[in-house]
């Protein structure tokens, strides 16, 4: 005859069982899971993917790599904006009047900030270590086909499209661009074939440019990682880490306040 001992194992096995089933059903909907990005890719349902061509840390793909991803970036911008503007309409937001490029964009921007915060879920806060995931996932950004539980890096992306093209929109001298060795020499003062050079952050990101073609410094905001900076800033269990909202830097711009570099 069984022991209690048994039983005890038995019963534990079973458990675990049953919670590892649990487990992978809350994986599949979304729903209960740890992760908040699988959360809200759950709740974006069927919105569609948009996946890069390459995809990688930026600095282990080549030139022409990042060269093709950006030309398909671009090729899909006006597509990508509209099917975002379509999801927010759902929510009773006007993406569309963020293009205006006037007051009405911020005040739009506002309230599609305003609805993300109500959005986006809460990370889990840990009484011994607080928020362990201060930082966002770059590595899961860069590597991922922003489909399935990733999904809502496809949102994301897509918000920072409609966030540049505000941007655009006040000031046409900012275009998208890949921030290359030259480009990032001439931002940070390091000739390119410096070996001690520092290059900074967002080299070989896919950046919104501006170029005066006048031989001033260009401006350089890179927008996707801004955006992904301020959804995953709002998981936050202990509040917003920085006073930033959606659209990131519009304000400024309209404020004139790269007019001059």
Not at 51 to 63: E, I, K, Q, S, Y
Not at 135 to 164: E, I, K, M, Q, T
Request: glycine residues 8%; proline residues 8%.
């Amino acid at each position: 005859m069984p022991g209690i001992f048994d039983w005890l194992g038995n019963r534990r096995s079973s458990e675990r069982n049953r919670h590892r089933v649990v487990a992978r059903s809350d994986m599949a909907t979304g729903e209960a899971s740890s992760d908040p990005y699988a959360l809200l890719s759950a709740r974006l349902g069927d919105y569609p993917p948009d996946t890069p061509l390459h995809r990688g840390d930026p600095r282990g793909l080549t030139p022409e790599q990042r060269a093709e991803n950006l030309v398909q970036f671009r090729a899909r911008d006006a597509d990508r904006i509209a099917v975002l503007v379509a999801r927010l309409a759902r929510e009773g937001l006007d993406g569309a009047a963020v293009l205006s490029g006037g007051e009405a964009a911020l005040t739009e921007g506002r309230r599609i900030d305003a609805w993300l915060a109500g959005w986006i879920p809460k990370r889990r806060f840990d009484p011994v270590r607080g928020d362990v995931e201060v930082n966002p996932p770059l590595a899961r950004w860069f590597a991922s086909d922003r489909a399935g539980a990733d999904l809502v890096l496809s949102f994301v992306s897509d918000l920072a499209r409609l966030n540049a093209a505000a941007i655009a929109a006040a000031d046409p001298l900012f275009s998208w661009a890949v921030v290359e060795d030259a480009l990032d020499a001439a931002t940070t003062a390091d000739p390119v074939d410096n070996p001690h050079g520092e290059p900074s952050d967002r080299r070989y990101h896919l950046c919104l440019v501006r170029d005066a073609y006048d031989g001033s410094a260009p401006v350089i905001l890179d927008v996707p990682r801004a955006v992904l900076d301020l959804v995953h800033g709002r998981m936050s269990p202990i509040g917003l880490p920085m006073s930033t909202a959606f659209p990131v830097w519009l304000q400024a711009i309209r404020s004139g306040a790269y007019a001059w570099q």
